[in-house]
């Protein structure tokens, strides 16, 4: 499949590891906070979002940890598996009339089996 | 993926041609995006519509144009004015209130021949 990014920072973890991908954002005024997951050749999906009042939020083997004094955005994946693998993207919304969001560089997983 | 289609998966261009991207949703979504992806970068955003009939530059819309007839469709041009045209084209859409999730369709890569 095609590459999303060549020279994305990575993370390589062993499968069964907890897998912790940061994401530090840029604008104080931003109020909601998406995860992306993308793999090689396909569109960005959902995985879980956080709003600027929580600091924290549970799905299934995720965890969104959000520090608004340091403007920091972290992503904990339990017992990593193969199919995590993939380019995961922060992204912020800054309480703008057209719903846009602002893109992280993304970082690369890759599960060692 | 959601409810969201883009086609070609593949898409060649030559010198000078023009290319039409599409992109349609079932999602009763009245928001809907264009976005750029190059290798080793994020999300860029070409132009943007949060309602029928209007849409609105992105960071990146020169050399492209767009139009939104209807709710479900939101195609995009590459004209012959875009010099690089080579990336991977990803289209989202939204509910138009503020802090809404993007969700997007699986892209179409775009090649030059």
Redesign the interface.
């Given at each position: 499949g095609?590459?999303?990014?060549?020279?994305?920072p990575t993370l390589s973890v062993q499968e069964g590891d907890n897998s912790i991908i940061n994401c530090a954002y840029s604008n104080s005024a931003s109020?909601?906070f998406?995860w992306?997951k993308q793999e090689s050749?396909?569109?960005?999906?959902?995985i879980i979002?956080i709003?600027s009042n929580m600091d924290k939020r549970q799905g299934q083997r995720v965890t969104v940890l959000l520090n608004k004094t340091v403007k920091h955005l972290s992503l904990q994946i339990a017992a990593t598996q193969p199919g995590d693998s993939a380019v995961y993207?922060c992204?912020e919304?800054t309480?703008?009339?057209?719903?846009?969001?602002t893109?992280?560089?993304?970082t690369r997983l890759m599960v060692k089996p | 993926?959601g409810g969201?289609t883009?086609s070609p998966k593949y898409l060649f261009r030559k010198e000078g041609q023009n290319v039409t991207l599409s992109c349609e949703q079932n999602l009763n979504h009245d928001?809907m995006?264009w976005y750029r992806?190059d290798?080793?970068?994020?999300?860029r955003?070409i132009y943007?519509s949060?309602i029928v009939n209007d849409f609105?530059k992105?960071d990146i819309a020169e050399g492209y144009s767009v139009s939104r007839e209807k709710k479900e469709s939101f195609p995009l041009t590459v004209t012959s004015a875009q010099k690089n045209p080579t990336a991977?084209y990803?289209c989202a859409s939204?509910?138009?209130?503020?802090?809404?999730?993007?969700?997007?369709?699986?892209?179409t890569?775009l090649l030059v021949l």
């Open positions: 095609e590459s999303v990014g060549l020279h994305l109020d909601y998406i992306y050749g396909k569109g960005p999906q959902f979002d709003r993207f992204a919304n309480n703008n009339a057209g719903n846009m969001l893109f992280g560089g993304g | 993926d969201i883009q928001a995006y992806q290798p080793g970068q994020g999300l955003l943007y949060q609105q992105g991977f990803l939204s509910r138009s209130r503020n802090g809404e999730t993007q969700y997007f369709g699986p892209g890569r």
